[in-house]
């Protein structure tokens, strides 16, 4: 026992703070195959592909060289197909306009950070 009263005591040194006593489990990303990909977009697979291939959707290579996509490939083709139809642009220009929108919508996200932006533009 110490000499000092019980609410000063230190804990010992070997213990380590309860923050680094958590442990984290590291959960996998679910993939969508190609397959799964075009049947929820109701695309064909290789217009899927040429998407992948012109930049136009994102995916990887599983370990067996598959095309595989993140759970948002779908909603990515469906605006991919509304531009296409909606403002008759070909996929080259599709491209383009989907880089434009994605770095409006980070302006935005940064200035509604800044609080210098209370109301959400009218195009949106």
């Known amino acids: 026992m110490s000499d000092r009263p019980a609410h000063t005591r ?38 899927v592909r040429r998407f992948v291939a012109l930049g136009l959707v994102d995916a990887e290579r599983d370990a067996a060289g598959r095309l595989v996509f993140a759970p948002t490939a779908p909603a990515a083709l469906a605006r991919v197909q509304r531009l296409r139809t909606g403002l008759c642009l070909n ?6 306009v989907l880089d434009l929108l994605d770095r409006i919508s980070l302006l935005e996200a940064a200035l509604r950070r800044a609080g210098t932006r209370s109301d959400p533009p009218p195009w949106t």
């Open 91 to 96: 996929y080259a220009s599709i491209g383009l």
């Open 10 to 47: 230190r804990a010992p040194a070997w213990t380590a703070p309860a923050a680094a006593r958590v442990q984290y489990a590291i959960v996998p990303v679910p993939r969508l195959s190609l397959d799964t990909v075009a049947r929820r977009s109701g695309l064909h697979p290789d217009l």
